[in-house]
T-cell receptor, first 115, second 115 residues
Framework: DSGVTQTPKHLITATGQRVTLRCSPRSGDLSVYWYQQSLDQGLQFLIQYYNGEERAKGNILERFSAQQFPDLHSELNLSSLELGDSALYFC??????????????FGEGSRLTVL | AQSVTQPDIHITVSEGASLELRCNYSYGATPYLFWYVQSPGQGLQLLLKYFSGDTLVQGIKGFEAEFKRSQSSFNLRKPSVHWSDAAEYFCAGAGYGGSQGNLIFGKGTKLSVKP
């Protein structure tokens, strides 16, 4: 158990819909990261938040957005869903340097299926 | 551009045999390097990491990896594979000049273990 909690574990929805994925980081971790894992693209970094502020952005579509709340949990919002958005979405957290060592702790993922 | 390459998509070894999974990186400077393992339906678990210093790194579950700057490689090894090692293995790198934890992952190597 990594200490990172993601909900829901599975989600099935239709094209054009909107979903929200939720992540609770490990206790004390200020950074939250979102990754997308698909068969064709592999693991891709989407976005990072640190203590409520966006810190880095990767290959995140404009239809996707995220935020980190004061209690440090994070939500990834996916809208106008397309078939190609079907993937496993991981959340990870890490302790801030220098206390942390850069290691990411991953949740078990939310599997999104778009029909 | 920064990249991490895992040349082998799928490897099959016999139980008890030795294992080496290849990883090559392309970064402007020496990156922080990681190996993660993903069992089916699970999140990613860190096996080991290299930041600096000793180029032979020991990890969990009997794994080790060797950083070779001259070959831009960070190969994962295990002297004797167990059936429970069957999983997918990901090499990842991060350049810490900017965002901590913005890991770039290789495509992964799926390990199958023959009895």
């Amino acid at each position: 158990d990594s200490g990172v909690t993601q909900t829901p574990k599975h989600l099935i929805t239709a094209t054009g819909q909107r979903v929200t994925l939720r992540c609770s980081p490990r206790s004390g971790d200020l950074s939250v990261y979102w990754y997308q894992q698909s068969l064709d693209q592999g693991l891709q970094f989407l976005i990072q938040y640190y203590n409520g502020e966006e810190r880095a952005k990767g290959n995140i579509l404009e239809r996707f957005s995220a935020q980190q709340f004061p209690d440090l949990h994070s939500e990834l919002n996916l809208s106008s869903l397309e078939l190609g958005d079907s993937a496993l979405y991981f959340c990870a957290s890490s302790a801030p340097l220098p206390k942390g060592t850069g290691e990411l702790f991953f949740g078990e993922g939310s599997r999104l299926t778009v029909l | 551009a920064q990249s991490v390459t895992q040349p082998d998509i799928h490897i099959t070894v016999s139980e008890g045999a030795s294992l080496e999974l290849r990883c090559n990186y392309s970064y402007g400077a020496t990156p922080y390097l990681f190996w993660y393992v993903q069992s089916p339906g699970q999140g990613l678990q860190l096996l080991l990491k290299y930041f600096s210093g000793d180029t032979l790194v020991q990890g969990i579950k009997g794994f080790e990896a060797e950083f070779k700057r001259s070959q831009s490689s960070f190969n994962l090894r295990k002297p004797s594979v167990h059936w429970s090692d069957a999983a997918e293995y990901f090499c990842a790198g991060a350049g810490y000049g900017g965002s901590q934890g913005n890991l770039i992952f290789g495509k992964g190597t799926k390990l199958s273990v023959k009895p």
